[in-house]
């Protein structure tokens, strides 16, 4: 069984920075593509950003493309979200998901397979 760990959270300021991490751990790693969705309070889930198996192909949507940046080490099999410019809009709980889906980028909740916890972010001005 496929289980996954958020970690690095946290209240940060406007403008500021925070990485996410998503330790995986239960199947082979490189046979999942990843993503980070995001749902603030009274909100519904939102995607964020995912990448493929390899890491040579990633997606983010357009409320986070250029401030946000998802990667991963399949040796440490972990996912990250690096986080910059943050406003209090993306103030929300952040979930990793692992989908197996192979012949394109997943990028809707209904992709995912396997979901973390969730880590809060917190963003204050």
């Known amino acids: 069984q496929v289980q996954l760990v958020e970690s690095g959270g946290g209240l940060v300021q406007t403008g500021g920075s925070l990485r996410l991490s998503c330790k995986f751990s239960?199947?082979?790693?490189?046979?999942?593509?990843m993503g980070w969705f995001r749902q603030a309070p009274g909100k519904e889930r939102e995607f964020v950003a995912s990448i493929t198996q390899s890491g040579g192909s990633a997606h983010a949507s357009d409320p986070v493309k250029g401030r946000f940046t998802i990667s991963r080490d399949n040796v440490k099999n972990m996912v990250y979200l690096q986080m910059n410019s943050l406003k209090s809009e993306d103030t929300a709980v952040y979930y990793c998901?692992?989908?197996?889906?192979?012949?394109?980028?997943?990028?809707?909740?209904?992709?995912?397979?396997?979901w973390g916890q969730g880590t809060q972010v917190t963003v204050s001005s």
């Open positions: 239960g199947r082979a790693f490189s046979d999942y593509a």
């Open positions: 998901a692992a989908s197996v889906i192979m012949s394109s980028i997943p990028s809707v909740g209904a992709d995912f397979r396997f």
